[in-house]
Each structure stands twice: as C-alpha cells, then as structure tokens.
C-alpha cells in the first residue's frame, strides 16, 4: 500500500499519533475483511493509511475528520473515488443513526484518539442498532478492559457496559513504533460486533448503567457498602449474591438481575 510522505504535523489536542507500519496497515485491513457493498465508515482517517485499503476493498468509503487542515489533502489524495465522502466533525455529536437512514448496518473503522476512545465508544454503544461491526485501534489498556472477564482487574463499567450491547474479541496488540509521533503506551486491535438480540436484557437500560457506575464507585469495597441507599443486604442475599462479594467478581448476568430486581421495585 503507498504511503504518502509525512506532510502534517500530528497535533497534540487532537491526539494524533499516525499509523505508518505497512505491516500492521495490512494486518487491520485483513482483519476487517472489507467487501463491495459494505458500508464503511472510517473515524479520524488522519493522512490515510487505512482509507487506501479500505476504498480498495470497496470503492466506498465515509469519513469523519475533526482537523480541518486534513481535509484537503484527504480530498486530492482520494479524488478518484466518486463514493469516497468526507464529514468534517467531531465522530463524539456525530449522529451514526442517521447516516445509516434506511440501508445497510454501517461497518465502523478507527484510529481512536486515546483521549476520547472511552466517550466515543459509549456512544456508538448508543447507536448499536445501526451498526453491523466496529474495529478500532485503542490503547491497550482499554482493549484490556473492554475484553475483560469478571474477576479480573480489568472488569468493570466498561467491560460490562460494552459486553451488554457487543460480543468484544482482542485481535492483536500494535507496537508504538508502527505510529509517527510514537505514542508512549502499547496499542492493540479490538473487534465489537453489537449483539442482534441481548444475551441478559435489562428491564430498564439507565437503571443497569447507574448500578454498574455505583457497584464500581469505589472498587476495593463490597457491595454493601457501594449500594447503600439502592439495595439492601438481605435484597442482595435473596437475589443470590452475597453482599461481601467486590463489584469486579460479579458476572453480566448477575449485574442485569440486580437492575431488574431495582428496576422493578421502583415501579
């Protein structure tokens, strides 16, 4: 894949840390798997390096692009695809749903800022319903937590919040110097495919967020002392769950149950 030479200098504000490693490029295209007819949307195509694979794969291609000084040059370097379009914006108010109007699930692609990664995948979460799959380039650490099973010191609000809505898989890590500048932290390669019918429904989606968010409010204490005020210790002990256990042991499932149970008293 060509690359072109390094003509923009990655601003800071914006997070930008530009994917330049052939190698790796070729490995995310692959792992995508693009095909003619899919609805690709790329977030933060930067100097794109992975918009040549996947208008290649496709000759179809939206992108939303924040800095301004970008623009142009993603124009001259793409004006050859009648289908390639470019939303100047942030992807955090961009409105995926509306995009999608009456096609095809989108297929969403990114390069995520660390700076952002956690907010803007809440609100694709949000917008579940008009996507088909999601591959992002996140720092490690969050791939960690998105992909985390209960017990371990990465499950949390993230992990179970992403885990409600998507099946998560960690594809392969990505090392620093695959970008211009080199970011200080490790990268990694994670897959979200929202799930077509939830595996544990909650009663009332708000009300599981708010559990979640309080259960893990302080980690290191119980769930007696973290839910004080919204479940009591015996409610816990009736529902199976033991009011000493630490938010990290328990699974989704148990998290839908405590929702439903509060969810069901207060109406």
Known sequence: MSQQPLTHRARKRFGQNFLNDPGVISRIIKSIRPREGDRLVEIGPGQGALTEGLLDATGKLDVIELDRD?????????????????????????DFTALKGEGEPLRVVGNLPYNISTPLIFHLLEAKDAILDMHFMLQKEVVERLSAEPGSGQWGRLSIMAQYRCQVMSLFDVPPEAFTPSPKVDSAIVRLIPHREL???????????EVV??????????LRNNLKGVIDADTLESLGISPSRRPETLTLSEYVSLANHIAKERS
């Open 70 to 94: 970008l623009i142009p040059r993603l124009r001259t370097q793409f004006f050859n695809y009648p289908d390639f379009h470019i939303f100047e914006g942030d992807a955090l108010a961009f």
């Open 199 to 209: 595996p544990h429904p909650a009663d009332d989606e708000q009300v599981l967020a």
């Open 213 to 222: 968010r309080q259960s893990f409010g302080q980690r290191r204490k119980t």
